[in-house]
């Protein structure tokens, strides 16, 4: 079947569903979308090609699509995608960068789009393994509440040990009730095994201990394999058409085989102007220099196991071992010799004490000991490979002792990840960049833990383009990335630098507006103050003054917007007592509490005004009266003031270009537009916008910053 009809197949779908749904209302921009998905879907390559017989290279086929809200961008994508997955025999992948958007696209879109399509489907959520749990570790912590003490069947880093040897009796008795329970309603079936299931899922710490690892599995071999959640669901992810992962998963699993191999599949990305910075944590590595023991308990345990399966390769294991301490030693101590004085002057009430390393250039007597380092790493590692090697040959021979050997494997696979960690710090530490490249950010830090002084390495990349084009891009043969914020001041050019995308010859552009008259609908009132905002304690007492004149006369729901915790502080401590019941402070309560008060006082015909910071100013979807008017109190700058943003801005200072003009402005455009995007969210939404930072309107760059907000009616306010 040629392309052309491939694609006219998938625009048909599209246009019978919406048809089919019923008091749906077709949209000229979704579908302009649409067809834009199918073509680029229908041209994309998929599969194996043998260029060597003759086959032409494989055509990529990548769109960026900035959607506007109320398009309807998930029918969107979805509709043609699925139609054109099954025409053509493959797959849809689509990521996403929160799990409210998973949640919908499950339980609601991808339901409903299966009850129109003609051809069935199925459909599946993918994890990441930790969100499961691991039944042999439930089993063995619902008899104690710890694994086993003390001994070489202990699974814990001896950090963990110490916080457990700190608890209280009756918090690890509680503990140990815990997992029973939990142990017990997994074995009626009453739960699933997903810690997302539980009514009330457990914080980290007490999850961890059970959460399913890959590094300690041993899959088949298990003896708990027929039984385990993870394995059942990726059960479910073979049998599907459509897969919904996040971007966490998507990049964390690249060569893995655990989601469709990328060549193969049509991937949607969607929230996709969170990918750059995912990339980057991803990407980023850390070490501990500090604590250092669980070095002897792996070496302690290699020997022993591997002397079990008269795996020779352990016979270096002790000169591996005791140079990785010794070095780890050395390096603390020179890291301390030479940064010590400013780590230490730093107040501790801001977390771990930081200081980067300039233009990523080590101080030399740091570069042998991390050569050393990563040398003994690499050898250590090539030692456990041997045994995990000999490990899984004893298992597929002597299914028997399949308990035993998984015990086995999870006492090394516990402790093997730090050490792979270990080696790809020093690796990324020791990268030179050569003259005009681009260096690795690289820092180190300091806090106390009780009595003990902890010293860690950190290296990242800083440009997450170059790292996607690497990792992703090169495997990716058809995908569309989607979000209502992908332009920044009017351009697709920062995101497409950000995502790797700059440049490539298979990627195209795509903006479809808003359907929503936002002259009509929606007001831009720039309130100024005499203050400047860099001024900043004068400007917060202005600012506040202001919002409180102007949320007095709210009448139903609202959204105030802060950059900073304390300026949210100041503006909560102002408040009269008569205007202390209509607000709603972030943290205050759960935020599922806080927003389903807020709906109830909505409709109840009272006065919400919710107050909230960067996380209530995406994703959140508050229609109609829930939100007539959003307050921004200052503009939301970005500065690069973490270790990768300020490598980063150094950078670009050095080879003569701006980063305030290149990073922050772009960066700030995004959010500005995400944070403006609470007003309007349906077309018979009527909705003010308040910005009481004057730099909007008075300075070049906000000028720039205007033009990639929706063309709401401006109207400006001097000083109160």
Sequence with gaps: MSQQVWAAQA??????????????????????????????????????????SGEAAPKRSIAVIQAGTGVGKSLAYCAPAIALALSRGTRVLISTATVALQEQLVNKDLPALAALLPQPFKFALAKGRGRYVCKLKLDRLAGTGEAEEEGEDDLFAEEEAAARAKRPRHETEARIQFYSTMAQTLSKGAWDGDRDSLDTPPEPEVWSPVAAEGASCTGKHCPAFSQCTYYDKRKELVGAQVIVANHDLLLSSLGARVLPELDNCLLVLDEAHHLPATALDQFACSMDLSRITWIERLSSRGLRIGALLEVEEIADIPKHSAQLRQTLQDLARIVMDVYGAQLKSQPSAWGPARVRVPRGELPEQLI????????????????????????????????????????????????????????????????????????????????????????????????????????????????????????????????????????????????????????????????ETRADPKNAAQFTTEMVDALLHDIARVEYGALVLFTSREQMRQAVDALPTAMRS???????????????????????????????????????DLPGRLCESVFITKLPFA??????????????????????????????????????????????????????????????????????????????????
């Design 582 to 620: 209509v607000v709603l402070v972030q943290n205050a309560l759960p935020r599922t509490q806080l927003l389903r008060r807020h709906r109830e006082r909505v409709e109840n015909g009272e006065p919400s005004v919710i107050f909230g910071m960067q996380s209530f100013g995406e994703g959140l």
């Design 11 to 52: 625009l048909e779908s599209f246009d019978a569903v919406v048809s089919a749904t019923e008091g749906f209302r077709s949209r000229a921009g979704q579908r302009l979308m649409a067809q834009q998905v199918a073509r680029t879907f229908s041209s994309a390559t998929l599969g194996k090609v043998d260029e060597e």
């Design 368 to 527: 042998a000991p991390l050569g050393l380092l990563a040398a003994s790493a690499e050898g250590f590692l090539d030692a456990l490979r041997a045994i995990s090697k000999a490990l899984r040959a004893e298992m597929r021979d002597k299914p028997d002792e399949a308990k035993r050997l998984s015990t086995l494997y999870a006492q090394i696979g516990m402790l093997a990840p730090r050490l792979e960690e270990l080696h790809a710090t020093a690796q990324l530490l020791l990268q030179d960049a050569p003259e005009g490249a681009v260096p690795a950010a690289k820092w180190f830090t300091l806090e106390v833990d009780g009595d003990f002084i902890v010293v860690k390495a950190h290296a990242s990349p800083i440009l997450p383009g170059t790292t996607l084009r690497n990792h992703l891009w090169s495997a990716v043969r058809g995908a569309v990335l989607t979000s209502a914020t992908l332009t920044s001041c009017g351009h697709f050019d920062f995101f497409l630098r950000e995502a790797g995308l700059h440049g490539d010859e298979a990627t195209t552009t795509l903006e479809v507006p808003s359907p929503f008259n936002y002259a009509a609908q929606g007001t831009l009132i720039a309130a």
């Design 639 to 720: 500065p690069p003031d973490d270790p990768v943003g300020e490598a980063r801005a150094e950078w670009l200072r050095a080879v003569g270009r701006d980063p305030f003009s290149e990073l922050v402005v772009p960066a700030t455009a995004i959010r500005l537009a995400q944070w403006v995007g609470r007003a309007i969210r349906t077309e018979e939404d009527m909705a003010h916008v308040y910005c009481y930072d004057k730099r909007l309107t008075r300075t070049s760059y906000g000028q720039r910053l205007l033009k990639g907000l929706p063309p709401f009616a401006l109207e400006q306010r001097a000083p109160l």
